[in-house]
């Protein structure tokens, strides 16, 4: 598969937000510039297939940034979604993302339609295979990892679990299923952290904001604001921030190195 990137450009990464959504900021131009700028290998995850050119163009300068094609579980039920035009557009797209499911009181009368819509994404990526997915999972750890079992792991393709919040158990499989996880700052402020650390091996982590979704202070969080994790995640695995940071873009190199030959 052709790359869209040098890889080798990693060398040169400063700090990895792998789930943010760079298009729903009100200066989002900026906002990918930034990235540039800053030298933030972003994945920029999408809500619908119908942001993907206005994305790709965003980031069509930048080095950093990748795009995901998204099919976000809270817009399910809103006709949003279109799966054909995600078909028609997977073959463009490395990444994919935000897809999944969401079992929380707001979403849970559309779980079923979720279910069936994240099942046909599945199977799409697995019958494409090489692509790594940017997966939420809100109450649905379980049925996740079922479908990443039977669709797309562990050889077809690499899944980014994002503000993962299952159980020890679930961490364990999800390990064996070859799964990343992208880990932001409200999850390190928790004390359950500490089990997952211990659950999932370090080479495994990747770092995001979820911003806008999530604050830095009280503004949203901008993918700069990355670092704060950063220092929070090399203080709880007893790394300084210098080994945090390279173990960060050593762990984004395997992930997308490994998807260069998928
Ligand atoms: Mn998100």
């Given at each position: ?93 490395r ?47 379980k ?5 990443i ?12 679990l ?60 901008r ?12 203080a ?16 984004l ?10």
């Amino acid at each position: 598969m052709a790359s869209q990137r040098d890889p080798m450009v990693n060398r040169d990464v400063a700090l990895v937000d792998y789930h943010c959504h760079l298009d729903l900021y009100p200066d989002c131009v900026r906002q990918f510039a930034a990235c540039t700028q800053q030298a933030i290998a972003t994945l920029a995850v999408t809500t619908t297939p119908r942001a993907w050119t206005r994305n790709k163009e965003m980031a069509a300068a930048s080095a950093y940034v990748r795009v995901g094609l998204g099919m976000h579980p809270h817009l399910v039920g809103t006709g949003e979604l279109d799966i054909r035009l995600f078909e028609r557009l997977l073959p463009e797209s490395r990444f994919v993302g935000e897809i999944g499911l969401d079992a929380g009181p707001s979403y849970y009368r559309h779980y079923q339609e979720q279910k069936m819509l994240f099942d046909q994404i599945l199977r799409l990526c697995g019958a494409a295979s090489g692509k790594i997915l940017s997966i939420h999972s809100v109450r649905s750890a379980k049925d996740v990892l079922q479908g990443i079992e039977q669709h797309i792991a562990p050889s077809k393709c690499r899944a980014v679990l994002h503000w993962f919040t299952g159980s020890s158990s679930d961490a364990r499989r999800a390990v064996s299923l070859g799964c990343y996880f992208s880990v932001n700052a409200p999850m390190l402020a928790k004390p359950e952290i500490a089990k997952f650390l211990a659950v999932v091996p370090k080479g495994r982590l990747l770092t995001e904001t979820d911003g806008p979704f999530t604050l830095s202070g009280t503004a949203p969080a901008r993918p700069a604001d990355v670092a704060r994790t950063v220092t929070r995640l090399a203080a709880l695995l007893n790394l300084d921030e210098f080994e945090c940071r390279a173990l960060l873009r050593n762990n984004l190199s395997a992930l997308e190195d490994w998807s260069e030959i998928g």
